[in-house]
Nanobody, 126 residues
């Protein structure tokens, strides 16, 4: 069992930046993959960034590639999402997720992840 707690959300204007954090605890050795998802009202939850913990390799959804960066600090058991050049369409609840293994072709699908945080709200105004 893994516990995940997100923080760092807030309200910014278009073009602004935010850094989200996800502190994780519990059976952390079992976590091989971590990701950030987001869900806007009335929309499906979508994966935006995935990190393979062993070597730090990163994968990004086309919607955020070049603007967002996922990273980890293993000493602090913390996952980050650095978000730059934010747009109103980035407005959503952002969730941290963890998985012990992954089907690469489905890494942006929420059903691949076994543990979730409660989310942190990001609002981008125009």
């Amino acid at each position: 069992q893994v516990q995940l707690v997100e923080s760092g959300g807030g309200s910014v204007q278009t073009g602004g930046s935010l850094k989200l954090s996800c502190s994780f605890s519990g059976s952390t050795a079992s976590i091989l993959w971590m990701a950030w998802f987001r869900q806007a009202p009335g929309k499906k939850r979508e994966g935006v960034a995935v990190l393979r913990r062993g070597d730090g390799y990163q994968y990004y959804h086309d919607l955020v590639n070049g603007r967002f960066a996922i990273s980890q600090d293993n000493a602090k058991n913390t996952l980050y999402l650095h978000m730059n050049l934010l747009k109103p369409e980035d407005t959503a609840m952002y969730y941290c997720a963890a998985a012990p293994f992954m089907r690469l072709e489905a890494m942006f699908s929420s059903d691949q992840y076994t543990d979730w945080g409660r989310g942190t709200q990001v609002t981008v105004s125009s």
